[in-house]
């Protein structure tokens, strides 16, 4: 982060990854009528029981909490989906596209809106999967990474996450080397010069 120094080049926590995820717009389906909620980031409603609307993931929580709305489950966590995705992960050395905060997400579903996931097992059971054939494929870039090599698609926040203090750390340390090497090669280009002698032959002077 700015102001900080490479040594700080350190990993977000899962807190703070998860703190960003809830800014990610998920569907409700209000069970009462309300009137529009003001905040600072934009207004959200008025609610009409039934109707559904968009709003924050932290707000859907919130309301889940107080029992005032259901959240439906995001398309792309459905079995169907899911199950796609897992196939074409295993099948390919692509990240396969998903939502930058999957992992968050979902897990915050799984904690706070299980009742409104159908089949949650399952769901949760393919997003494990799926999680950790693209963390084997992280660390297998990882084992090939090279300074020329950083154009990984399709990764998600955590996975980001997990990388960012080593690509880091490693593209440094490329630079490192490159700059040695080039101050190597003028060193070696200087001592091939042809040397110009200094030492001249005295003169021996006449007394007067």
Known sequence: MAGQSDSTMSLFS?????????????????????????FICGDYGPFHPQLAAQVPLWLALALKKRGKCTIRLPQW???????????A???????????FHYVEISRLLFDLAR????DMYMVRSLIEDIRDVRFH????????FTA???????????????????????????????????????????????QIPTDRPKRNLKPR
Not at 115 to 118: F, L, T, V
Not at 137 to 144: H, I, P, S
Not at 157 to 165: D, L, Q, S, T, Y
């Open 89 to 99: 992960e295993r099948d390919s050395h692509a990240f396969q596209h998903l939502p």
């Open 137 to 144: 494929k992280v660390e297998t870039n990882l084992e090939k």
């Open 115 to 118: 009742e409104d996931i159908p």
């Open 14 to 38: 899962s807190e703070e990854i998860e703190f960003m995820a809830e800014d990610e717009m998920v569907e409700i389906v209000p069970n009462l009528r309300m009137d529009s909620l003001n």
């Open 77 to 87: 966590m459905s079995i169907e989906n899911l199950t796609q995705v897992l196939e």
């Open 148 to 194: 020329s090599t950083v154009t990984w698609k399709n990764m998600s926040a955590m996975e980001v996450n997990v990388i960012r203090a080593f690509a880091g750390r490693a593209l440094q340390a490329f630079y490192k080397h490159d700059n040695e090497q080039q101050t190597t090669d003028t060193d070696r280009t200087l001592d091939k010069q042809p």
